[in-house]
């Protein structure tokens, strides 16, 4: 039984009497203009290429065409089977720190990308090759927020990420343990599948407990990963609108520096890794240890293969084209050289 991917086409066909139609009085057209200038027996030696029957039969040709590529772009199919596959993986709450700081460069330059654009950077070169897994993303500063929950579709946390900018929290500071735990809450309730937080931070951490938080995260069996961004000799903060230099109550430039001691203690705490943003092998330490972690089914996927039959009609279609291009509506001169059938008058009798 034949099903069609893009049924709408078939819509098309519709156009084939119209165009019988048109053609049968353009014909009709030209056969009144003819007559004006005598009748058939009259003209028809005056007319000796002229062919009756191949400018119908060029027509029927052309019709066929026509609904061979219509059925070929409603991509035909014969048949359906249906497959299933499991889909094995681990879970992963990312949390990005969106705070003023994260503006500041993430070098010794200040003219360099800057944290969260590092942080974005690492993230999505992580995110391709998390292949399988579930992922979500949460953005936090004095509070958290849920950008995105967990989810299987690489390109939609991809899309959600590059969203991601410092003005989506509107209460300044860096809750870390904040984010920690909203992260740990977020998971599956299923107790197969391993769970990971990913902290990408510049460790600037004044408002709560966030080793206390990672450390709990840790007693559920979930491991706590961390990002440092930024440089350990600091950096100024630009201010958004571009005008110069976050600067303090004195009027000197306010320096936000990479806290690595505190995002390494949050990682031993969560039993995870800490990395440097600005190494060279950033990501390919963070999915190594990722990948260290035990897979699980995370989703089953069913879907249905059809054998798709549009090519035998496209090769159909190829051969009328062909067909076309070597009928000629006059009578062919070139062939009318080789007498197949009759005899040369001087041939000898036998």
Same mark, same amino acid.
């Given at each position: 039984?034949?099903?069609?991917?893009?049924?709408?086409? %078939?819509?098309? #066909?519709?156009?084939?009497?119209?165009?019988?139609?048109?053609?049968?009085?353009?014909?009709?057209?030209?056969?009144?203009?003819?007559?004006?200038?005598?009748?058939?027996? /009259?003209?028809?030696? #005056?007319?000796?290429?002229?062919?009756?029957?191949?400018?119908?039969?060029? %027509?029927?040709? @052309?019709? /066929?065409?026509?609904?061979?590529?219509?059925?070929?772009?409603?991509?035909?199919?014969?048949?359906?089977?249906?497959?299933?596959?499991?889909?094995?993986? =681990?879970?992963?709450?990312?949390?990005?720190?969106?705070?003023?700081?994260?503006?500041?460069?993430?070098?010794?330059?200040?003219?360099?990308?800057?944290?969260?654009?590092?942080?974005?950077?690492?993230?999505?070169?992580?995110?391709?090759?998390?292949?399988?897994?579930?992922?979500?993303? $949460?953005?936090?500063?004095?509070?958290?927020?849920?950008?995105?929950?967990?989810?299987?579709?690489?390109?939609?946390?991809?899309?959600?990420?590059?969203?991601?900018?410092?003005?989506?929290?509107? +209460?300044?500071?860096?809750?870390?343990?904040?984010?920690?735990? *909203?992260?740990?809450?977020?998971?599956?309730?299923?107790?197969?599948?391993?769970?990971? /937080?990913?902290?990408? +931070?510049?460790?600037?951490?004044?408002?709560?407990?966030?080793?206390?938080?990672?450390? @709990?995260?840790?007693?559920?069996?979930?491991?706590?990963?961390?990002?440092? /961004?930024?440089?350990?000799?600091?950096?100024? =903060?630009? *201010?958004?609108?571009?005008?110069?230099?976050?600067?303090?109550?004195?009027?000197?430039?306010?320096?936000?520096?990479?806290?690595?001691? *505190?995002?390494?203690? $949050?990682?031993?705490?969560?039993?995870?890794?800490?990395?440097?943003?600005?190494?060279?092998?950033?990501?390919?330490?963070?999915?190594?240890?990722?990948?260290?972690?035990?897979?699980?089914?995370?989703?089953?996927?069913?879907?249905?293969?059809?054998?798709?039959?549009?090519?035998?009609?496209?090769?159909?279609?190829?051969?009328? %084209?062909?067909?076309?291009?070597? %009928?000629?509506?006059?009578?062919?001169?070139?062939?009318?050289?080789?007498?197949?059938?009759?005899?040369?008058?001087?041939?000898?009798?036998?």
């Amino acid at each position: 039984m034949f099903t069609f991917a893009h049924p709408q086409y %078939l819509y098309l #066909l519709l156009l084939l009497p119209v165009v019988v139609v048109l053609f049968w009085l353009a014909r009709a057209s030209r056969r009144r203009q003819l007559q004006r200038f005598g009748r058939d027996e /009259v003209l028809a030696p #005056l007319m000796p290429d002229v062919s009756a029957y191949k400018p119908w039969l060029r %027509l029927g040709l @052309e019709l /066929v065409l026509l609904a061979l590529v219509i059925v070929v772009l409603a991509r035909p199919r014969a048949g359906a089977s249906k497959t299933t596959s499991r889909v094995h993986g =681990i879970e992963v709450m990312v949390a990005v720190d969106v705070s003023n700081s994260m503006n500041a460069s993430s070098t010794d330059n200040p003219q360099d990308v800057s944290r969260l654009q590092r942080a974005k950077m690492i993230l999505e070169k992580l995110i391709d090759r998390l292949q399988g897994d579930k992922v979500g993303l $949460i953005v936090f500063a004095g509070n958290s927020y849920m950008q995105m929950p967990i989810t299987g579709d690489a390109a939609a946390a991809k899309l959600f990420l590059n969203g991601i900018n410092t003005g989506m929290a509107p +209460t300044q500071g860096t809750a870390i343990g904040a984010a920690v735990n *909203m992260a740990v809450n977020s998971f599956s309730q299923s107790k197969k599948s391993q769970k990971a /937080v990913i902290v990408i +931070t510049d460790g600037e951490n004044f408002e709560d407990d966030a080793v206390g938080a990672a450390r @709990e995260a840790q007693k559920q069996g979930i491991q706590v990963d961390v990002i440092g /961004v930024g440089s350990e000799h600091g950096a100024p =903060i630009p *201010m958004p609108d571009g005008s110069g230099y976050l600067t303090d109550d004195e009027g000197q430039p306010v320096t936000t520096y990479l806290n690595e001691q *505190m995002a390494q203690e $949050i990682a031993q705490a969560g039993r995870g890794v800490y990395v440097n943003g600005n190494a060279a092998d950033a990501v390919d330490t963070l999915h190594d240890t990722l990948d260290k972690l035990a897979k699980s089914d995370l989703a089953t996927i069913s879907y249905t293969q059809h054998d798709e039959q549009f090519p035998v009609f496209a090769w159909i279609a190829l051969a009328v %084209l062909l067909a076309l291009i070597l %009928l000629m509506e006059r009578k062919n001169p070139w062939l009318e050289k080789f007498n197949f059938f009759t005899r040369e008058k001087n041939e000898e009798t036998l």
